[in-house]
């Protein structure tokens, strides 16, 4: 498939699209990195936390002031893998820790941003703002229709500093308006909220360095997350229970997002929670219930649940 996805659970959304065999669309960032030799710098944290003038170093340069938020300065796994919160002097002496960074501890909305650059110059933005629950997690996205005018001029005037040269989708997550991770991909987590003939445009840039996407019927979704505790071998459930709940009215897909037959601790997750399932909805209230329904088919109680 010329869209490349690793994740047999987000499949559903371009099984059915045309696209020539020799375009290669990224969704991971394992093969971004590979295709993109060129600009695949942006995978280091460090250093798009220091192209913004944001206060940060390595581990082995001690913070001078707490708290500050440490990660890995590359990680292709995602979903948080290694970050933390550093409190102190002892939390820092206590994680240090080679390949790991810290740099300063923004405030403010988290938010994903899908952008379709040509040349470096950003045509196409779309913004997704994360409600946290904890550690790491996320209790869902809104995957907004509203342009965010201060923050795209943020980061159009850093794209078009730093990846001039580069066509295709780029992902940046921010903070308080400042970024703080690169991908050299789109977010496969909610295509089907972005509109009829989205995925067509998408492979009109990747194809002929096109973008032709006119958001007629763009409006606000949601994306409901439901994590489980750590230490738990799930096993997914029954096919035709999850095929009842995507017909629920105002509901537009449902991923059961991890492997069936992988040992959990071999799964990238974020210190909160599992990842067990993603519902993909117009009506956040219709998400929720779908969302309780599979924590029960999964077993969990609500007290139980990480989100």
């Known amino acids: 498939m010329p869209i490349c996805e690793a994740d047999p659970w987000r499949m559903q959304y371009f099984k059915d699209v045309s696209c020539p065999a020799e375009v290669r669309i990224p969704t991971e960032d394992f093969d971004a990195y590979e295709w993109n030799p060129a600009h695949h710098w942006v995978y280091n944290k460090l250093l798009i936390a220091e192209s913004q003038g944001l206060t940060c170093a390595p581990h082995g340069v001690t913070p001078r002031s707490f708290p500050v938020f440490s990660k890995p300065l590359i990680n292709l796994r995602g979903m948080g893998a290694g970050s933390r919160v550093l409190a102190s002097l002892e939390d820092y002496e206590r994680h240090e820790s080679g390949g790991h960074f810290w740099m300063t501890l923004l405030k403010g909305e988290h938010v994903s941003s899908d ?5 470096g110059a950003a045509v196409w933005f779309r913004h997704a703002r994360g409600i946290p629950s904890g550690a790491g997690t996320f209790d869902y996205w809104i995957v907004d229709a509203a342009p965010y005018v201060g923050l795209e001029r ?7 500093r730093h990846l001039a040269g580069y066509t295709g989708m780029v992902n940046l997550e921010s903070i308080g308006g400042r970024i703080i991770e690169v991908h050299l991909r789109f977010s496969d987590q909610w295509p089907d909220l972005y509109g009829r003939g ?44 999850v095929q009842e709940l995507i017909r629920t009215p105002g509901v537009t897909s449902i991923q059961i ?40 088919l999964f077993g969990l109680r609500r007290d139980a649940l990480a989100s």
């Open 154 to 160: 943020y980061c159009g005037a850093w794209l078009a």
């Open 198 to 241: 989205w995925l067509d445009a998408l492979v009109g840039l990747y194809a002929r360095g096109e973008w032709k996407f006119t958001a007629v019927d763009a409006r606000t979704g949601y994306s409901v997350v439901l994590f489980g505790p750590h230490g738990i071998e799930y096993r997914h459930p029954p096919a035709e229970r």
């Open 257 to 296: 997002t991890f492997h069936a037959y992988r040992a959990a601790a071999s799964h990238a997750m974020p210190p909160g929670g599992f990842r067990l399932a993603v519902v993909n909805c117009w009506d956040l209230e219709a998400g929720r219930r779908v969302r309780a329904k599979l924590a029960a």
């Open 115 to 119: 952008i379709a650059l040509r040349d």
